[in-house]
């Protein structure tokens, strides 16, 4: 029994390593091979999840019985190619879910994001965000054609799973913090490695882009955490409710995050630091509070192992390690 991991970008090779270490059998499926360090031995099939009869002969092929679909554009890419991102999120995701019902395959993780939630800041109130918020659908509509993605596959996930008793979870991810190729594909990857970059360079860090700063607060969470939840998800025996935040359930701002980071390089400033009135990435109202983690612990028995702190310290000692390797682009 296989499971398929699509998308072998920054999560779904911690997600494929981590069930490889559990001992099960996986296929990761990208459009790109990526670099053979980074896939470090890791089975993979070059597969566009926008091309149905591809998906459909590689889950054939394979003997696929799961699926974590983490295949996507992220924000960056999409603001480039809207179109394009439509096209792989939303029919990338209504791909994979309807392979699970035409093969009845079993459990299928959709990776989804904290964006969904972020138009409705402004109204929610100073306490935990659970999932079930209210939202007002159009003064409070999803802000970024990203979120209007992810908020359609949330949608697609839960209407397969009612009309046509498909096995699908939801992963409702905060921002992630990771290292690899792709790191910088997202914004808070961005982020951290404007902040990290500048730090090993002994220079000053300066963000081009507002939209990597944020005012107030914001969740992140650890890429290995991610992964975990993708695999907790996978085995969870009833997740009643379908959709989950994921996170720490802990906030911080960026001047928060900064302190973290000058412990490894004390003399890191920011060059014109103006930090926006609105919040992360770009969308106009500041987080209210962090998600409401509780349904994640108790239906997939998940909880998120490393702090802010702790990711800090593992994304400065890699990148340590990396520049002692001397690798290129480190
Ligand atoms: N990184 C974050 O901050 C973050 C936050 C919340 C949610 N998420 C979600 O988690 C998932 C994984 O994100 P990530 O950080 O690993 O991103 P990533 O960019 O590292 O990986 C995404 C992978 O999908 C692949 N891909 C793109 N189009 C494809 C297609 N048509 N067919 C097959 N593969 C395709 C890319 O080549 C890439 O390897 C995504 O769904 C993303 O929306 C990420």
Known sequence: MTTL???????????????????????????RRPPPRELDGLPL????????????????????????HTAAMLTPAIHRDPLAGVRVNVMGTAHVLEAARRFELGRVVIASSTTVMYSAFSSLPFEPIGEDFTYRIVSERPGSIYAVTKVAGEHLALAYAQLHGVDAVVLRIGAVLGVGAEAASSVP????????QAGRAGKPARFENPNLLWGGQEEFVDARDCAAAHVAALHAKAPMQ?????????????EELLEMVRRHYPKLGVVDLQLPAGGFSGFPHQRPAASDVSAARRELQFRAAYSLQDTIEHLAAIQGHRDQEGEPGA
């Open 242 to 254: 379908r959709i989950y935040n994921i996170g720490t359930g802990r906030a911080h701002t960026f």
């Open 45 to 68: 099939e070059l597969c566009d999840v926008t091309d149905w009869e591809g998906l459909c002969g590689l889950i054939k092929r394979n003997g696929v019985r799961s699926i974590a």
């Open 5 to 31: 991991v699509t998308g072998a970008g920054l999560l779904g090779r911690l997600i494929a390593r981590q069930l490889v270490e559990q001992g099960e059998r996986v296929l990761l499926a990208d459009v």
């Open 189 to 196: 990857g961005q982020m951290i490695e404007c902040l990290l």
